[in-house]
């Protein structure tokens, strides 16, 4: 997963495009997209790879190709966005442009044994699939963790992509640990993000386990029991790494 560190800070959601992609680039795709690490191996999960008329895209403009992900319940959700951020990032670095898509849906004759997740749209783009890190905008640091002295790992989850930019992430630790909590959102936005922040706290859990792996750690992702509490969050998970 490393290999996908330098897209953190170049990758940009595409929305235009302008043609499917080769043959030999959907066959790189499909072999990557069935070697993707998963965060919780024992949350059952499929990942399809289908075309624009497969989709209901709800006024959105379509894209060339799709990966349709289906999984069970709120850990599936978490489990698809840390899957499939590997994935967004693959295309990334491919030059191929990708977006993830919360609001349109499978057709009724994609079917699945699974619950249907969520999209991630890729094509060629016609638009640039890169950007500066000066052209993220996203919280300061210290609004998304307490953590000191790891600036440099942590930044990559600064910079995680989210519903609505959303970034309901905080993170706490330090020394061996890293305690990730999701933001409890108002009724309000419960309705518009509830389904979705479960993905987007895969998505910064991808980015700190590339970041961990790119600095030099082993990092292990753990469920537990006991974790300092914090007002507003709900606990996720943790990471322990270490040389």
């Known amino acids: 997963m490393k290999k996908l560190y330098p897209f953190i800070f170049r990758r940009k959601s595409t929305r235009r495009y302008s043609s499917p992609v080769s043959d030999d680039a959907l066959h790189e795709i499909r072999d990557y997209l069935g070697g993707l690490e998963s965060l919780l191996p024992s949350i059952p999960f499929e990942f399809r790879i289908i075309g624009e008329n497969d989709v209901s895209t709800r006024m959105q403009k379509p894209a060339p190709h799709y990966i349709a992900a289906f ?11 840390f899957m499939l951020q590997q994935m967004d990032l693959k295309l990334s670095s491919m030059g191929i442009g990708s977006c993830w898509q919360g609001i349109p849906r499978v057709k009724g004759h994609v079917k699945s044994d699974l619950e249907f997740i969520i999209l991630l749209a890729f094509g060629v783009a016609a638009e ?4 500066e890190p000066s052209e993220f905008k996203r919280k300061p640091l210290c609004e998304i963790t307490d953590i000191r002295g790891m600036d440099d790992v942590l930044e990559a989850v600064r910079l995680a992509p989210s519903a609505v930019n959303n970034q309901p992430w905080y993170l706490r630790g330090g020394d061996g640990i890293v305690h990730a909590y999701c933001r409890v959102q108002n009724p309000v936005k419960r309705r518009l993000l509830g389904r979705w922040n479960p993905i987007d706290m895969g998505i910064a859990l991808a980015h700190l386990k590339i970041s961990l792996e790119h600095h030099g750690y082993g ?24 040389d």
């Open 219 to 242: 990092a292990e992702f753990r469920i537990l029991d006991k974790t300092p509490e914090i007002k507003n969050y709900t606990y996720k998970g943790t990471y322990i790494y270490g």
């Open 71 to 81: 999984s069970e319940g709120h850990m599936g959700r978490l489990n698809v966005g």
């Open 128 to 131: 640039p699939v890169h950007r």
